[in-house]
C-alpha cells in the first residue's frame, strides 16, 4: 500500500483506467485517496474560475471546500468504461457542487431580486425595441426609482450573482451543456442546426465586447485565453487584484445583460 500512495500521479492511460477499474469494483480506500490526490487540481481550477464571480465574503478557501465535495461525488458516480475522460465529467460535477452550495447562501431578499428583475426586463425592452442601451434618467423613470435606488438593487444582486462567462446554457437540439465561454472558440460539433446557434452567441458576444472599454476587454482576454490569475492581471494592468475583480464583474454583467434575450430562446 505504501508503495502504491508514493507512486508518482502522472501515470499512463492504461495505468489509470486499472486503477479506476479496481476502485469501481473493490471501493478500495488506497484507489479513492490516489485519484483524490490526482485531481485535486481540478478543484482548485475550477475554484479560481468562480471566486471572482461571488461576493467578497466568500473566500477561495470556501470554494475548494464546495468543490472537494463535488470530486468525492464525481469519483464515485464515474464510469471509467464510457470512454469519457475524468477531467471533463469531473470540472461539470464540481462547478455544479460549487454552484448548489452558493445558491444555498443566498442571502438577497426576494423583493430586491423583484425589483431587479423588473429593472433589468425595462433596459432589455428598451434595446430590443431601439436598438440602443437605455438612459440612465429613462431608466429610473420608467421603474419609477431614483438613481441610488436603482444603483443599490443592481449592486445587491449582481454581486451577489455567481456565474461568469463560464455559466453552462442548455442549446436546443444538443444533448450536452456548453460554457459560454466555450462558444467564443472552435467548435467539433457536427450538427449544423447547433453551430448556427452556437455562432449566433459567439457572434454577439464578440459585438458586445467590442463594445467594452479597453481595460475590460484586456481582463476578459488574459483570464479567459491567456489563463492568468486576477494577481497576476492586476501586475499587467497595474492595478489592485480587488480592481481586476471589479473589471472583471463589470464586463460580465454588461456581455450578460445583453445576452438575456437570446438566452431565452436557447432554452
Given at each position: 500500500?505504501?508503495?502504491?500512495?508514493?507512486?508518482?500521479l502522472?501515470?499512463?492511460?492504461?495505468?489509470e483506467?486499472?486503477?479506476?477499474?479496481?476502485y469501481?469494483?473493490?471501493?478500495?480506500?488506497?484507489?479513492?485517496?490516489?485519484?483524490?490526490?490526482?485531481?485535486?487540481?481540478?478543484?482548485?481550477?475550477?475554484?479560481?474560475?468562480?471566486?471572482?464571480?461571488?461576493?467578497?465574503?466568500?473566500?477561495?478557501?470556501?470554494?475548494?471546500?464546495?468543490?472537494?465535495?463535488?470530486?468525492?461525488?464525481?469519483?464515485?458516480?464515474?464510469?471509467?468504461?464510457?470512454?469519457?475522460?475524468?477531467?471533463?465529467?469531473?470540472?461539470?460535477?464540481?462547478?455544479?457542487?460549487?454552484?448548489?452550495?452558493l445558491?444555498?447562501?443566498?442571502?438577497?431578499?426576494?423583493?430586491v431580486?423583484?425589483?431587479?428583475?423588473?429593472?433589468?426586463?425595462?433596459?432589455?425592452?428598451?434595446?430590443?425595441?431601439?436598438?440602443?442601451?437605455?438612459?440612465?434618467?429613462?431608466?429610473?423613470?420608467?421603474?419609477?426609482?431614483?438613481?441610488?435606488q436603482?444603483?443599490?438593487i443592481?449592486?445587491?444582486?449582481?454581486?451577489?450573482?455567481?456565474?461568469?462567462?463560464?455559466?453552462?446554457?442548455?442549446?436546443?437540439?444538443?444533448?450536452?451543456?456548453?460554457?459560454?465561454?466555450?462558444?467564443?472558440?472552435?467548435?467539433?460539433?457536427?450538427?449544423?442546426?447547433?453551430?448556427?446557434?452556437?455562432?449566433?452567441?459567439?457572434?454577439?458576444?464578440?459585438?458586445?465586447?467590442?463594445?467594452?472599454?479597453?481595460?475590460?476587454?484586456k481582463?476578459?482576454?488574459?483570464?479567459?485565453?491567456e489563463?492568468?490569475?486576477?494577481?497576476?492581471?492586476?501586475?499587467?494592468?497595474?492595478?489592485?487584484?480587488?480592481?481586476?475583480?471589479?473589471?472583471?464583474?463589470?464586463?460580465?454583467?454588461?456581455?450578460?445583460?445583453?445576452?438575456?434575450?437570446?438566452?431565452?430562446?436557447?432554452?
Open positions: 500500500m505504501e508503495k502504491f500512495m508514493n507512486k508518482e502522472n501515470i499512463s492511460e492504461e495505468e483506467l486499472k486503477i479506476w477499474r479496481k469501481k469494483n473493490l471501493r478500495g480506500e488506497t484507489e479513492k485517496v490516489f485519484l483524490l490526490r490526482k485531481y485535486f487540481p481540478l478543484v482548485k481550477y475550477v475554484a479560481g474560475k468562480i471566486v471572482p464571480t461571488v461576493p467578497s465574503n466568500i473566500d477561495f478557501n470556501d470554494l475548494i471546500g464546495f468543490g472537494n465535495f463535488g470530486l468525492l461525488d464525481a469519483i464515485d458516480k464515474f464510469d471509467p468504461n464510457k470512454g469519457v475522460k475524468f477531467k471533463t465529467y469531473g470540472i461539470t460535477r464540481i462547478r455544479g457542487q460549487i454552484y448548489d452550495e445558491r444555498s447562501l443566498d442571502w438577497i431578499p426576494r423583493s431580486r423583484q425589483k431587479y428583475k423588473f429593472i433589468e426586463e425595462v433596459r432589455m425592452n428598451y434595446k430590443e425595441e431601439k436598438g440602443e442601451a437605455i438612459s440612465k434618467a429613462d431608466l429610473c423613470e420608467r421603474v419609477g426609482m431614483d438613481s441610488s436603482v444603483n443599490r443592481s449592486n445587491m444582486v449582481t454581486d451577489s450573482n455567481i456565474g461568469s462567462l463560464d455559466e453552462f446554457w442548455t442549446v436546443k437540439n444538443d444533448e450536452d451543456d456548453i460554457a459560454l465561454i466555450d462558444t467564443l472558440k472552435s467548435s467539433e460539433n457536427s450538427n449544423p442546426l447547433v453551430q448556427i446557434e452556437q455562432n449566433e452567441v459567439k457572434q454577439i458576444i464578440a459585438e458586445e465586447i467590442k463594445k467594452l472599454p479597453e481595460k475590460e476587454k481582463v476578459l482576454i488574459l483570464y479567459y485565453y489563463e492568468l490569475t486576477l494577481k497576476e492581471i492586476g501586475e499587467v494592468l497595474s492595478v489592485t487584484e480587488s480592481r481586476v475583480s471589479q473589471i472583471h464583474s463589470k464586463a460580465i454583467r454588461f456581455i450578460r445583460s445583453s445576452l438575456d434575450s437570446l438566452k431565452k430562446n436557447l432554452v
